[in-house]
T-cell receptor, first 116, second 110 residues
């Protein structure tokens, strides 16, 4: 297994366009997370899935954002009507179900979005 | 809301010196704490995970300590090398999500 993969690695778009990112988690991992990181800051939680169920969405995730994880495998994050403030690195992570309190998250390489 | 602070924001040391990176958090009711490394423009690489019941964790030249009651963790990197230059992030977990600090950017001078 090669770890968490994300595509595309870079995306440049014009304001108002829609974009979609894909994340493929580590194969046996039930949980999948999306985070957003802006320059000079740590990642901030956006949403997470357990299998195909989306269990929480951060208030950072406006109505223009939607995430799916059909069949509990890969996930997509779509941003509609992009704004310049959406420019950031979008990181995906996955983990197994916790064993007790042990729950290590493994991150992908990220998708860097630039909105012109 | 959990607040995670990392001091200093940046650090520059000569090769061979030991590194000490600090992380503090406001809510001590955590399940675990992870230290990550991030190279410029890249994703996060997990370095160490310390369970809330543990006091420290070691991997090679890396050692991380956790004092949950005071809300502090320290990452020690022994005998630093230029390849250790990166941003180091700590993150605490309560429930399912991680709360991150802004990171410490380390430069090791050859």
């Amino acid at each position: 297994d090669t770890g968490v993969s994300q595509n595309p690695r870079h995306k440049i778009t014009k304001r108002g366009q829609n974009v979609t990112f894909r994340c493929d988690p580590i194969s046996e991992h039930n949980r999948l997370y999306w985070y957003r990181q802006t320059l000079g800051q740590g990642p901030e939680f956006l949403t997470y899935f357990q299998n195909e169920a989306q269990l929480e969405k951060s208030r950072l995730l406006s109505d223009r954002f939607s995430a799916e994880r059909p069949k509990g495998s890969f996930s997509t994050l779509e941003i509609q009507r992009t704004e310049q403030g959406d420019s950031a690195m979008y990181l995906c992570a996955s983990s197994k179900l916790p064993v007790g309190s042990y729950n290590e998250q493994f991150f992908g390489p990220g998708t860097r979005l630039t909105v012109l | 809301k959990q607040e995670v602070t990392q001091i200093p924001a940046a650090l520059s040391v000569p090769e061979g010196e030991n590194l000490v990176l600090n992380c503090s958090f406001t809510d001590s009711a955590i399940y675990n704490l992870q230290w990550f490394r991030q190279d410029p423009g890249k994703g996060l690489t997990s370095l160490l995970l310390i369970q809330s019941s543990q006091r420290e964790q070691t991997s090679g030249r890396l050692n991380a300590s956790l004092d949950k009651s005071s809300g502090r963790s320290t990452l020690y990197i022994a005998a630093s090398q230029p390849g250790d230059s990166a941003t180091y992030l700590c993150a605490v977990r309560r429930d399912y999500k991680l709360s991150f600090g802004a990171g410490t950017t380390v430069t090791v001078r050859a």
